[in-house]
């Protein structure tokens, strides 16, 4: 059975850090490209950094560009988010999802989130 | 970046009544492939989102066949033919032709 299992959010004071983690099982970790989507309270899906099979290339959203760090350890089956000089606006539930099916472009596996909550 | 407008944001249905949801991108999802990459979500309160329809049309493993996508370039639309009670949540169309981003998300409720 697949799983995504988010870990490390945290009540952060508006400039500080966190580094969340996402521990994944059942499948073949090193194959495929692992994504980080938020969803600040109430509102809306936002994809926010993706990462591919060897850590090469990663991607992410301008709202997050400079601030965070996607990583990934295929020998530990983990991707990481480093979230430094952290925003009121960064508030949010972070989700891992990978895209299984080949070609889909479509992310059908899904943690359960790990709260980040940025607050003075 | 490419923009994701869905309409209604709210949708009251009557269960075993059908149901529309309109997507509309900024500019045209076609990637380079030819393929278009537009999928559909959706998602519970407290609960990740779930994969119902992939490249505008493809049925994800386990949806029931009452949803539907349809549509092409810039115009996409996700149907129920039938709604259940178990169907109400916030539907999200996302594209992952340019970049990745989603639409505002549509509330489905029972009337």
């Known amino acids: 059975e697949v799983q995504l299992v988010e870990s490390g959010g945290d009540l952060v004071q508006p400039g500080g850090s966190l580094r969340l983690s996402c521990a994944a099982s059942?499948?073949?970790?090193?194959?495929?490209?692992m994504h980080w989507v938020r969803q600040a309270p109430g509102k809306g899906l936002e994809w926010v950094a993706n990462?591919?099979?060897?850590?090469?290339?990663?991607m992410y959203v301008d709202s997050v560009k400079g601030r965070f760090t996607i990583s990934r350890d295929n020998a530990k089956n983990s991707v990481y988010l480093q979230m430094n000089s952290l925003r009121a606006e960064d508030t949010a539930v972070y989700f891992c999802a990978r895209v299984s099916v080949p070609g889909s472009r479509a992310f059908d596996d899904w943690g359960q989130g790990t709260l980040v909550t940025v607050d003075s | 970046d490419i923009v994701m407008t869905q309409t209604p944001l709210s949708s009251p249905v009557t269960l075993g009544q059908p149901a529309s949801i309109s997507c509309r991108s900024s500019q045209s999802l076609v990637y380079s492939d030819g393929n278009t990459y537009l999928s559909w979500f959706h998602q519970r309160p407290g609960q990740p989102p779930r994969l119902l329809i992939y490249k505008i049309s493809n049925r994800f493993s386990g949806v029931p066949d009452r949803f539907s996508g349809s549509g092409a370039g810039t115009d996409f639309t996700l149907k129920i033919s039938r709604v259940e009670a178990e169907d109400v949540g916030v539907y999200y169309c996302m594209q992952l032709t340019q970049s990745i981003t989603f639409g505002q998300g549509t509330r489905l409720e029972i009337k």
């Open positions: 059942g499948f073949t970790f090193s194959s495929y490209w």
């Open positions: 990462i591919n099979q060897d850590g090469s290339e990663k």
